[in-house]
């Protein structure tokens, strides 16, 4: 989870000026517009990256809320953190759903896998179980993951169809990508604008009155 905090702290020259509400909604408000920074900036990432499904979830899980004078904007999507910190990822041992066994790889399509190109996962392609199988590359030796259909007719002296789904690896190692969040003048720019909206408002109501 990424965890994103907002807290106002008033110059002496406005103090007069400025109420403890006034301080309270203008965090609210900062926080709430970091939020809509965010699930845009996910939003446009899922369109350039050809990743839809992951940096839409990551949009749908951003959240703001307020814990007592902090705005909190969490980003609570499985793997947002990794991608911005790094790190290497492995087989989490869980009961695999296509399977029904204990994950011991991890599945990494291809460029030319159908899982990628159709941007889904192995449990969502709906693939018939006896028609996933393990193989080996006859090249690298390594073990990779695929479908496997018996055709009516021989093609090119093959009875079966074989398409693959994507390798098993031990372990991934993904680098660092600072481009996962917006940059820090973004960021310190929409909480700034933010909030000197939000008072600027708030102080045209009161002098309305």
Request: no cysteine.
């Amino acid at each position: 989870m990424i965890t994103l905090q907002v807290r106002m702290d008033m110059s002496v020259a406005l103090a007069r000026m400025v109420t403890p509400e006034d301080m309270q909604e203008m965090t609210r408000h900062a926080g709430d517009d970091l939020r809509d920074l965010l699930k845009n900036h996910f939003v446009e990432r899922s369109q350039q990256t050809g990743s839809r499904n992951y940096w839409a979830g990551a949009a749908e899980a951003t959240e703001s809320h307020m814990e007592g004078r902090t705005a909190r904007v969490t980003v609570s999507h499985t793997g947002v953190r990794l991608h911005l910190e790094g790190g290497t990822v492995r087989p989490t041992g869980r009961t695999s759903p296509v399977t029904g066994k204990p994950t011991r790889s991890l599945l990494v399509p291809g460029p030319d896998s159908p899982l990628r190109k159709r941007r889904i996962t192995l449990a969502e392609a709906g693939i018939p179980q006896e028609e996933i199988m393990v193989l080996y590359s006859t090249k690298s030796h390594l073990p990779y993951l695929a479908r496997v259909q018996e055709r009516k007719r021989m093609y090119k002296g093959q009875r079966q169809k074989v398409t693959p789904l994507g390798l098993l690896l031990k372990s991934v190692t993904h680098d660092p990508d600072r481009t996962v969040l917006p940059s820090d003048q973004a960021l310190t720019d929409t909480v700034k604008t933010s909030a000197v909206d939000t008072l600027a408002q708030r102080i045209s109501n009161r002098t309305k009155r």
